[in-house]
């Protein structure tokens, strides 16, 4: 397992590693250390994104529902991060919550359309930085995302695949409410809450220990749920944007991708 958190060194900057591995978080947890690109310094560009999830369906009974979570800031979870579908050629759920490979993956050529947030975000750096339209994203153009690194904001998966992070909390919170002994929507929505509230203050203090280890430049939020989360130290920052989800109807409107690329070029022309 050591190999998983060095795999595709040759995209990363692997100096900030070892200070990033000395946040508690990330001792229990290494699979959610940020990627930092090796061309990072360069602008010091620091993307952040809503979460991982795993693979679980809504559709079908949770194997790991909202209460066994409740231990996940003080336990590593080995039995669902080694849990395999019944497909035997599936990878285990590991797999799904490495932060580095993500982005390791997508500079290999591996590019779905949820990988958008990373290409919108490539074209408008061309853009800003290299004043051309880079067109329809290849390999080769996307290395440009080395300039970044990149981390999600909230340190627990959801809890479905492509689900959002607090809507995966409440519908399993809702699925077990009978085992769970939740009686209403009142009790249901509390106990999804009290999850919730844990997960943003950890995950708040893991992206400002981040962040002073990293000391970007620019940091730009492509989660709307995790800037409202967001409550520290940072929030005010001058060099802090926030943005739609590249992904959304809205990443193409005036309050999108055109405020984005005013907001991140006013930053650097200070």
Known sequence: MKGRYIMGAEYQNTEYESKLKE???YKLHPEYI???GDKFEKYRILQVG????????????DIFPIDYFEKWLSDS??????????????CNWRYWIITQKVIVDYLNGYRTRSHGIFTELVKVFSKI?????????????SQNYRYFAFMNFFQMPSLYKGEKFWNSLIYSASKNADRLNLKNKEETTSYANKVWDKIVEESTAVF?????????EIIIFTSKSAWDAYKGKYK?????????????????KPGGKEKLIEKWTAICNE
């Open 23 to 25: 946040i508690s978080f």
């Open 129 to 141: 930085y290299e004043k051309r339209d880079i067109g329809k994203i290849n390999t080769e153009k």
């Open 34 to 36: 940020a990627f930092v």
């Open 236 to 252: 005010n920052a001058p060099n802090i944007i926030n943005t739609v989800h590249p992904g959304c109807p809205w990443w193409h």
């Open 77 to 90: 979870c080995e039995d669902m991060k080694s849990f395999k579908n019944n497909n035997s050629d599936d």
């Open 50 to 61: 809503e979460s991982h999830f795993i693979p679980q369906l809504k559709e079908e009974q």
């Open 208 to 216: 400002d220990e981040t962040v002073d280890i990293l000391k970007p």
